[in-house]
């Protein structure tokens, strides 16, 4: 059915309506504008933080200054139709104002042929202070981006250890964190696991996935003396079918870990969720003993050691299978963690959700040092950074991943082994 | 029966699409990058997109078309230089990690709503916009007419067994082809030229026989284009890839310092090998949104890995490889979408979940082809080491 014969349609059931509300109001009344190809729109909603504005009145001015009026409906709405294309300017009468309001009166649209242009003009009670300092936009920002960065570091964290132990860029990672956040979504929304157990049991699954996968995919492949390249290309396989398995099981909506709102904290300038900085301190106790774990112990220093040269590794007696074995299983369950906790932060996790973030994840190892633990760390939380810092540092918000991989382009310029990384792992 | 020709029908329609052919041109040029250079370039819906933004971006203001496929080619070139740059000199991994993130920059770019004039912001560039142009072109009238004026209905009253018999010779015409392509030769000397090429129209004829399908006037003018292009893509490759340039280009997928101490520049070779292949991509791009519409978050990731999917199933470093991989790459989902959609009871599998289990299909069959078949249907084992 063409658009302007739905509309008609849409009017005509409508009308009714329309025509009863207005007999029994007294004011203006929500009726719909329909634009067409010689007509457009003009609309808004008039309303402060506190609620709508009702009864006020609105001069739209074209360019040539002819003027028009309306009063806004119950529920603050306002639309006019106008039957020239170019520029209005929409105008508050502030004597129809109630008191103690403050606002910039005026707006200029430009107004198009069969569609609805908003026309938002800011009302703010006196006493409301709208304008959060720049500093506190800042600390509250990098406070997000340290959160986001610290889940980040968990997935990526794996991934590099995967990277240093076989070679192989995982682009199957992500779907491992989606793996964590749906199963936390099954084991503690849809069965009522209590979160603490439901979490432990979601990690300690996703980490026998990772055993599993090993077992069962890649250590088979690496006896086939399958290539890189080709093995790259299975895990793209894998991502595909594991993102449509999500959606075949769960759909493509959003699901959540828990299903009432979390309690909010504030320290100053800073909100923040319980949720979150329970998640921020297990990501640093994690994270920290991984890393101790990779420094201090034996099957530590191994994996450093394969990571390094798989070949002088196996050659000084160390089991390489048995520490690629324990690589991928320990990187899978810190992907499960850090997608059950991105989950509960971020409130609430999708088929796609590792889509989004994997090329983070590949921008923060790469960042780091490909193959370097500890590149990763430092990777993931400048990625972090930079994703949540950018928009109040003045990128258009639509471009905040779009930064971070920017940095990621400029730094291979001039370092492509990474912050951390050796130059001769590049050549 | 009726459903076995309704879901062979639908594969053949997808087969026939001009996505699927603006997909074969994309994969055509892929192939440039990974099967004979071995470049891993996953960005390659990025090209796709910068083409279909230049053309149509450009057609929308008022330009005339050739500009516009101009515009499309020099954003591709462009973007290929900025890519090639940093990341020819070092390991294939990070060419693949930048291509990746580039095409995610310019997918973010292209849905951003500062740039609504110019892209549509998310809601993209609905085809109205920018396809009088080329629908002016047309020289096929109007209406809606089918291919070839008789069918399998005109035999025997359309008796199952016109239809059996038909299916048959349509196999084993295809099987024929396939193995005069893999056994190699197919094209040398006029005479087996001739006969491959009569086997093709004879392919095709017997498919439309047997899947009579009446599209407007206008939707056969973009799939006589779209297939067209793809054939002169193919031809293009044929001989690029005999020339001196194509030997030098398997020899740096085989060995890049053998080909350095030859004297060979082979930064230069690899861009150019990216640029080109990247201008495919792009031409690809326009023809893809030539029948729709241009949408950014349809030509993303999941592209360039059914791109992968498609170029591995026809065979890497073949000249048929990419069409047969796309058009049986495109098919075959329709097809398992429709098997799904037909046999499996709504109860155990719904509507939605069809199309999902289709994806979930080509990601394990891409997994499986990569572990047990990784030179594809026409490719040949001992070329395909590919390494980078």
Known sequence: ?427 | MDNIQYILNGMVREALSPQTAAVAIAVIGLNIHFGFTGLLNMGQSAFMLLGAYGFAISIWHGLPMILGILFGFGAAFIFALILGAPTLKLRGDYLAIVTISAAEIIRYVGRSALLVDFTGSAQGIPGSKYTTAFDNLSFFGNGSFTLIPFNYRDVADGAAWVRVIGWILVVAVITLIVLRLRRGGAFEGIAQAALTALMFVVGIFLIFFLFPVPYLSSEWWVRFVAWALVFACTAVVFLLVRSPWGRALRGIREDEDAIRSLGKNVFAIKMQALVIGGLFGALGGMVYVLSSSVQPDSMGRSLTFFCYTALLLGGAATIFGPVLGSVLFFAGRIGIKYIAATYVPDSVMSGQQTEQFSYIVVGVALMLLVIFRPQGILGNKRELRFNV
Not at chain 1, 104 to 119: L, M, N, Q, Y
Not at chain 1, 239 to 252: D, H, I, K, P
Not at chain 1, 366 to 395: D, K, N, Q, R, Y
């Open chain 1, 1 to 427: 059915m063409p658009r302007g014969v739905a509309g008609l349609v849409l009017a005509l059931l409508l009308a009714p309506v329309l025509a009863l509300m207005s007999s029994t109001a007294a004011h203006a009344v929500d009726t719909l504008c329909l634009p067409d190809a010689t007509h457009g729109c003009l609309a808004g909603t008039l309303r402060t933080e506190d609620g709508v504005l009702p009864d006020v009145t609105i001069t739209v001015t074209d360019e040539a200054g002819a003027a028009q009026e309306v009063v806004t409906s119950e529920t603050g709405k306002w639309n006019l139709r106008v039957d020239k294309e170019g520029p209005y300017t929409v105008k508050i009468d502030e004597s129809t104002l109630p008191k103690d309001l403050v606002t910039d009166g005026e707006v200029k649209v430009t107004s198009k042929f069969g569609v609805t242009i908003p026309a938002l003009i800011t009302i703010r009670t006196e006493n409301y202070s709208a304008t959060t300092s720049k500093f506190d936009e800042l600390l509250q920002s990098s406070v997000n981006g340290l959160r986001l960065g610290l889940l980040l570091a968990l997935a990526s964290v794996g991934l590099s250890l995967i990277y240093g132990t076989t070679g192989l860029s995982n682009f199957a990672h992500a779907e491992q964190v989606t793996l964590g956040g749906m199963l936390g979504y099954y084991l503690i929304n849809v069965h009522g696991l209590g979160l603490w157990v439901g979490g432990v049991l979601v990690v300690i699954l996703c980490a026998f996935s990772g055993w599993l996968q090993d077992r069962v995919l890649w250590q088979p492949l690496r006896r086939r003396g399958l290539g890189l390249t080709q093995l790259m290309i299975v895990t793209i396989g894998l991502s595909l079918a594991l993102q449509y398995v999500y959606q075949y099981t769960v759909g493509a909506r959003t699901v959540r870990v828990v299903q009432d709102n979390p309690e909010v904290s504030e320290f100053g300038p800073i909100t923040i969720t319980n949720q979150s900085i329970v998640a921020m301190v297990i990501s640093v106790v994690v994270l920290a003993a991984v890393g101790y774990a990779l420094l201090r112990t034996r099957i530590g220093r191994a994996t450093r050691a394969v990571s390094d040269n798989p070949a002088l590794a196996a050659a000084s007696g160390i089991d390489t299978d048995k520490v690629i074995r324990l690589v991928w299983t320990v990187a899978m369950g810190l992907a499960g963690l850090s997608g059950i906790l991105y989950a509960l932060v971020t409130n609430g996790i999708k088929w796609d959700t590792g889509l989004q973030i994997l090329l983070l994840l590949f921008a923060a190892v790469t960042l780091g040092g490909l193959g370097t633990a500890f590149g990763a760390l430092v990777g993931a939380l400048i990625i972090g950074l930079v994703v949540e810092l950018s928009p109040v540092l003045g990128m258009p918000g639509d471009f905040k991943y779009a930064t971070a991989l920017l940095i990621l382009i400029l730094l291979l310029l001039v370092r492509p082994q990474g912050l951390l990384g050796k130059p001769q792992r590049i050549g």
